[in-house]
């Protein structure tokens, strides 16, 4: 029998767009089917704390049995990134440490992509350590951000193959014994090359995992107006040249009052689901329940 995978979802999108409210009914909606959730937030201005109307922290809090919930805490992901590159960077070249390079870890953190890598940091971490979930739900960042996290793999892979072989020409033309051998198992001694090399692998993974449409998928989350409709194309476009498909199409706060039948003849490849506007604020565990039974995307006890 074919071991179940785990199934990886990210729910992106203008912001404004609804993804926090889609991405919280879908997670209910699987974990009432029976799967085990876990809903994580991405979005550094968190509004899933809002919606199920509870405290959440950094590591996933148990809703119930089949549904945890969490706000990834960005800062912490940003500093644990800059400790791991101070300490690389010391260990690696010693003599910096006379230039005093900690008070310029302070001004680094500011520098661009450090969010990037700080996100996929994180997104590394919660896949690798949450295996027992079913189903692990991503509610992304608006999409400068998003676009940004989701090219890096590649981005990384391809300077990383750079370095590696320009680490490689070095080591030949200085003549360093890089690798020992203690019977059949090979050691490489070369402190650099080897960090390049994990990292290099590190990325690679991550890529395999984004690219595999049966295991991860994409869901764009949009609304009816125009400007939504025309980030929802820059996104779609931008997406293909990291190699990555949209899975489904949800439009939020649909209303059945306005024409659709041009909108979703630009999106005809698409799977699309209709999310109605609601007479209410969604937020609640009860409401999300309720909101669900109501557009019949549950059934009703």
């Known amino acids: 029998m074919q071991e179940k995978r785990q199934k990886i979802m990210f729910f992106l999108g203008k912001g404004g767009v609804g993804k926090s409210t ?4 879908y997670a209910v909606e699987r974990s009432l089917k029976g799967e085990k959730v876990l809903l994580a937030s991405m979005d550094p201005a968190h509004n899933l704390g809002d919606i199920f109307k509870m405290q959440l922290k950094g590591k996933p809090t148990k809703l119930n049995d089949n549904l945890s919930l969490c706000e990834i805490n960005l800062d912490y992901w940003v500093d644990s990134y800059l400790a791991d590159m101070q300490k690389q ?3 690696s070249y010693a003599y910096l440490t006379a230039l005093s ?5 302070e001004i680094i953190r500011y520098s661009p992509g450090i969010e990037e890598y700080a ?4 997104f590394s971490y919660f896949i690798n350590n949450y295996m027992d979930f079913d189903r692990i739900i991503f509610d992304m960042p608006p999409t400068g951000l998003t676009l940004k996290f989701f090219s890096l793999p590649k981005i990384s892979q391809i300077w990383l193959e750079k370095l590696v072989d320009l680490r490689n020409e070095i080591i030949k033309k200085k003549e360093i014994v890089t690798k020992i051998k203690f019977g059949k198992v090979e050691i490489e001694r070369d402190k650099l090359l080897n960090k ?3 990292q290099l692998n590190e990325y690679s993974e991550v890529r395999e995992i984004l690219e595999d449409a049966e295991r991860t998928e994409l869901i764009l989350v949009m609304n009816q107006d125009k400007l939504s409709l025309a980030e929802s194309k820059l996104i779609i476009e931008k997406l293909k040249i990291s190699k990555l498909k949209i899975s489904m199409i949800f439009i939020n706060k649909f209303n ?7 909108l979703e003849a630009q999106f005809s490849n698409y799977k699309i689901r209709h999310y109605p506007l609601y007479k209410e ?3 609640g565990i009860e409401r999300l329940k309720e909101y669900l039974t109501e557009n019949k995307f549950i059934q009703s006890k």
């Open 196 to 198: 390049l090399n994990s």
């Open 89 to 91: 960077m010391t260990k």
């Open 119 to 122: 996100l996929l940091r994180s």
């Open 22 to 25: 889609t991405s919280s009914l």
């Open 101 to 105: 390079l900690d008070k310029h870890f």
């Open 256 to 262: 059945a009052d306005i024409p659709v039948k041009e």
């Open 281 to 283: 604020s969604i937020t």
